[in-house]
């Protein structure tokens, strides 16, 4: 197939449908707002159903319900909109639900700004509802990875029962990128003979629950999703890497972020710094084993992103201390600067950091 | 012999837990019922709240889901959209439903989500130990209203099924109370209408059931039955506010 120009955010729609998604439920945020646009017209045609919600909560607690009910199902938000969700998230994780939730993040806390910020870091990664769990996340670069990893984020939320986040930023919804809609490699994944669908009289009941009253049951219950979780870290890891072997510094970014890195990379290079790379395409399950082929002579990591630091507590324990870890970041929608990263660089290899 | 009563095939045969006295037992009987009667309950699926009702899924004999605090409107909004040919009925209490489920039941209403609610109001926080609901009336008391109920402090008790009433998207409301055999008729009567007009694709459809809650009123259960209908009733008329036939 032919390459298409699209919009991030459209993108993600086309993608979705493309990968069997049936259903939408969402509410209007900038920057995602294109995503339900373009489902409200685009689902039908495909045989679908768009619903825009009162709220992003009872957006979510569709998906819950559709998803229960054995549909392919996405919702998209951005940063504030996605806090709302997160009840829903838990709810879906506890429940072994699959579902695909997008986040076009913007900087926050609280309301913040509609500019591109990577600040959802630790809410994505680290449960962001209440208690145990944890939700595969895909941290596309591209307009081209946003639609590669939409379309397996289906499948593996199927795969593994569990909600799956697509984490990107303002600037990858609102850019526009030529695109090809590869056929996805099928898949055997198992029958959702779970759902919630009606018995017609011809099985047992069937019950979409997160609730455990008796402790034994709920320790059972997290001991069980634990082992699932083990076995997505064990899988699923995907990131990019390049020059740990020889590199001075080595910086880790991912998203919107390794792309101004990459530029930063060859500019340091010019001067005869040697750079390496690790960025990660999946945030959870973090590629820690990237780490292990960082030469221990280097000067220091690099962690670059637009947060306050948040990426660079995952540097911290994928180094485990045997190499300094340095960041650098912008907030409120401010973008780390090729300059800002190559003087860091500098500093790291110079020994003055 | 000839069986003049059974248990519903609409209910497993798992033990409630309600309080002695407490009348979601009738209501869950009632449902069961009418679900079997309609033949609907092979292509039911319901959706359980949070609140004393949590564990209604563990005792309706069909598919259900449990949904998060007040968010079962939404969670059958997204099962009937996929499966618009089942029937899909969320049970929901009113601390769920007239407190933190809000939005998410007028937004049901207002889009004419077919759906059925059967809303299970006893002016009370049952499950978390008697503190004030939106429902509970003017001076009684409650854990968190030990002075009892004070309008100008908190308010009236909410009225959901007049507030329903305005809304376009709903085409049956009723409330009904279980206090006395003859009410247990109507309000059976009332569920079964309130199926009927999801079957017939009309909209939504909610019935409001004034319940008693012994434990937390602290009253015995017939004193209770008498409470319900000294001061509930008189506040909350047993009506018909919508019927889906009449409605244009």
């Excluded at chain 1, 697509?166 to 759902?195: C, H, N, R, S, T």
């Excluded at chain 1, 997505?232 to 072997?245: D, P």
């Excluded at chain 2, 012999?1 to 002695?20: A, N, Q, R, W």
């Excluded at chain 2, 001061?231 to 018909?240: A, D, E, H």
């Amino acid at each position: 197939m032919s390459k298409v120009l699209m919009k991030g955010n459209e993108a993600v729609g086309a993608a979705a449908i493309k990968a069997g998604c049936k259903y939408f439920f969402g509410y209007p945020i900038t920057p995602q707002s294109e995503l339900p646009e373009y489902m409200s017209k685009a689902l039908p045609e495909a045989g679908g159903v768009f619903l825009q919600a009162e709220s992003e909560v009872a957006a979510i607690n569709m998906v819950y319900g559709a998803a229960g009910a054995g549909a392919r199902v996405m919702t998209g938000s951005s940063s504030p909109g996605i806090s709302l969700k997160q009840e829903g998230i838990t709810y879906c994780a506890g429940a072994e639900l699959p579902c695909v939730i997008v986040n076009m993040m913007r900087g926050g806390p609280g309301l913040g700004s509609i500019q591109p910020g990577q600040a959802d870091y630790f809410q994505s990664t680290r449960g962001g509802g209440n208690g145990d769990y944890r939700t595969l996340v895909y941290a596309p670069a591209s307009i081209q990875e946003t639609v590669d990893y939409v379309m397996l984020a289906f499948d593996k939320a199927d795969q593994y029962r569990n909600p799956v986040l697509i984490l990107a930023d303002g600037m990858i919804g609102q850019m526009m990128e030529a695109v090809e809609f590869k056929e996805a490699k099928k898949i055997d994944l198992p029958k959702k003979d779970w759902a919630s669908t009606g018995t017609k009289g011809k099985r047992s009941r069937n019950i979409i629950n997160s609730l455990y009253l008796e402790a034994e049951d709920l320790e059972a219950h997290n001991v069980r999703l634990e082992k699932k979780y083990k076995t997505i870290e064990e899988n699923e890891v995907l990131y990019e890497a390049f020059g740990l072997e020889d590199a001075e510094v080595v910086c880790v970014a991912y998203g919107t972020t390794s792309r101004i890195v990459k530029t930063a990379i060859k500019q340091a290079e010019a001067k005869g710094i040697k750079v390496g790379m690790i960025r990660p395409i999946t945030l959870w399950p973090f590629p820690y084993e990237a780490f292990k082929n960082i030469n221990l002579n280097a000067k220091g990591m690099l962690a670059v992103e637009m947060s306050s630091g948040q990426l660079t507590d995952d540097v911290k324990i994928g180094i485990e201390g045997r190499l300094p870890v340095y960041f650098n970041g912008r907030t409120g929608g401010m973008i780390p600067t090729p300059e800002s990263i190559v003087a860091d660089i500098e500093k790291i290899a110079g020994g003055t950091k | 012999m000839t069986i003049v009563y059974e248990k519903s095939k609409g209910l497993t045969d798992i033990p409630f837990h309600y309080c002695p006295g407490c009348t979601h037992g009738v209501i869950h009987k009632l449902v069961a019922e009418v679900l079997v009667e309609l033949g609907v309950l092979d292509d039911a699926i319901g959706v359980a709240p949070v609140g004393c009702s949590v564990l209604a899924y563990n005792y309706f004999n069909c598919d259900m889901q449990e949904a998060s605090h007040g968010r079962a409107p939404a969670v059958a909004t997204g099962i009937k959209r996929v499966l618009p040919d089942n029937v899909v009925f969320s049970y929901q209490g009113d601390g769920d439903l007239a407190s933190i489920g809000t939005a998410e039941i007028v937004h049901a209403a207002h889009r004419g989500e077919k759906i059925t609610t059967i809303f299970v109001n006893n002016a009370i926080y049952g499950m978390t130990g008697g503190q004030m609901a939106p429902t509970t009336l003017v001076g009684q008391k409650a854990t968190t209203a030990p002075f009892g109920r004070d309008e100008a402090h908190c308010g009236k008790p909410i009225k959901i099924s007049e507030m329903l009433a305005t809304i376009d998207g709903a085409k049956f409301v009723e409330r009904v109370a279980v206090n006395t055999p003859a009410n247990i008729r109507k309000a059976k009567k009332a569920i079964k209408r309130a199926f009927e007009c999801q079957i017939q694709g009309k909209g939504f459809a909610i019935v409001e059931v004034l319940s008693t809650c012994p434990t937390n009123w602290g009253l015995t259960p017939v004193k209770a039955l008498d409470w319900l209908q000294d001061n509930m009733i008189p506040y909350y008329p047993l009506q018909n506010f919508r019927n889906f036939e009449e409605v244009k």
